[in-house]
């Protein structure tokens, strides 16, 4: 395509939907003990152990290199634009190692900061995608991944914050710190940080709160919902189920993996709601 689509990890895009719509997606970094490595190197088993275990686990933004190459791939198979979208600038450095790597490309490279990440991102580099391949030129492309990012909606469930604050991406979140074991923190994104949306008692409470929330920004809208778990258990299942019940306009609904990257600062029992318009 004339306009290439590039994101990265964090975006959780499944990678039959990354293929088949042309997407590339540079992998941020996780280090863990003497290991620097992609997150898609990692098993996600061990790595959620390590995790469980109190072992030190933190990230790094991609290589300026491997932006480089990629983008270099993209012009070897006739991009004459790079669309570049990622991670909200506020929880990664991602976007600067993009930006580097844009320096030395001749084709244009359009890097653009997200303000989100997880399916938020995922959903906007998707319809970047689509606009692309009907041949939309750069400022249809930007548009059409500005225009979703802009109406999309993360909902986070996590068991507890410490992860977050071990990794420093907890943002206006940290005031609910040091609340009863028993309260579970419900999160957002909201300009480009983590931040609270509710506390609530009891995982169970928790997560039908969730469900009500994703009801409540579904509203009447037709809307793609995605779902994605740090680690694998009944709760993602019973709240997909929920949700296609209880959307009324609901057009597509999916289940994914939480990148590695974004689990290693949610932590294990995570769960992530992204409502977005449909397209």
């Known amino acids: 395509m004339p306009v290439a689509v590039i994101t990265d990890s964090t975006a959780c895009i499944p990678e039959q939907l990354a293929a088949q719509w042309g997407i590339a997606v540079v992998q941020v970094q996780i280090v863990a003990g003497d290991r620097i490595d992609d ?15 109190g072992q030190h686990v933190s990230t790094r933004p991609p290589d300026p290199g491997a932006f480089f190459w990629t983008y270099q791939d993209a012009v070897s198979a006739g991009a004459d634009a790079i669309i570049s ?9 991602t976007l600067e190692a993009a930006r580097e790597a844009a320096q030395q490309v001749k084709v244009p490279v359009y890097v653009l900061d997200s303000a989100t990440t997880s399916m938020s991102l995922g959903f906007a580099a998707l319809s970047a995608a689509r606009t692309a391949a009907a041949g939309g030129q750069v400022q249809r492309v930007m548009e059409a991944a500005d225009r979703r990012v802009r109406a999309s909606s993360e909902l986070i469930y996590v068991d507890t914050l410490e992860y977050l604050r071990r990794g420093g991406r907890i943002g206006a979140a940290s005031a609910m710190l040091g609340t009863a074991l028993s309260i579970k923190p419900l999160l957002t994104v909201d300009n480009g940080q983590v931040a609270p949306l509710s506390r609530v008692p009891g995982t169970k409470r928790a997560l039908n709160k969730l469900a009500d929330l994703a009801v409540k920004r579904a509203g009447e809208h037709k809307v793609d919902i995605a779902v994605a778990c740090a680690t694998p258990s009944d709760r993602e299942l019973t709240l997909v189920q929920q949700l296609r ?14 990148s590695t990257v974004i689990a290693a600062h949610v932590g294990p029992g995570a769960l992530g709601v992204t409502v977005s318009p449909a397209t």
């Open 85 to 93: 979208l990622h991670i909200s600038s506020k929880m990664s450095a």
């Open 39 to 53: 997150e898609s190197r990692f098993d996600r088993a061990e790595l959620i152990e390590l995790l469980r275990s």
């Open 245 to 258: 019940s209880r959307v009324p306009a609901l057009n597509d609904i999916m289940l994914v993996q939480a």
